[in-house]
């Protein structure tokens, strides 16, 4: 059975720092890109950050040059490292494997 699991969240001040990190069960890890989405209530799914099975990454416009999305194959494990933190980054982080699985998804919210 497959599972993703998100840890990292939390409150932090404008222009401070987490890394997210999302742990996958199961043997889909290294064939499947992974992302990061996240949501605000009332708004859809946007796509933060993507990394496919042999590294290449893509990131929405709003947080190009802040973030930075990594994978460890070893550790079946993708990271989301989040700089410059706005308030408008203020939402629910899911990762996602493949577009297929999804984690339960870890708040994260910025106080200005």
């Known amino acids: 059975q497959v599972q993703l699991v998100e840890s990292g969240g939390g409150l932090v001040q404008a222009g401070g720092s987490l890394r997210l990190s999302c742990a996958v069960s199961g043997s889909i890890f290294r064939a499947n890109a992974m992302g990061w989405y996240r949501q605000v209530p009332g708004k859809q799914h946007e796509l933060v950050a993507s990394?496919?099975?042999?590294?290449?990454?893509n990131y929405a416009d709003s947080v190009k040059g802040r973030f930075t999305i990594s994978r460890d194959n070893a550790k079946n494990t993708v990271y989301l490292q989040m700089n410059s933190l706005k308030p408008e980054d203020t939402a629910v982080y899911h990762c996602?494997?493949?577009?297929?699985?999804w984690g339960q998804g870890t708040q994260v919210t910025v106080s200005s």
């Open positions: 990394i496919t099975s042999g590294g290449n990454t």
């Open positions: 996602s494997a493949g577009l297929k699985w």
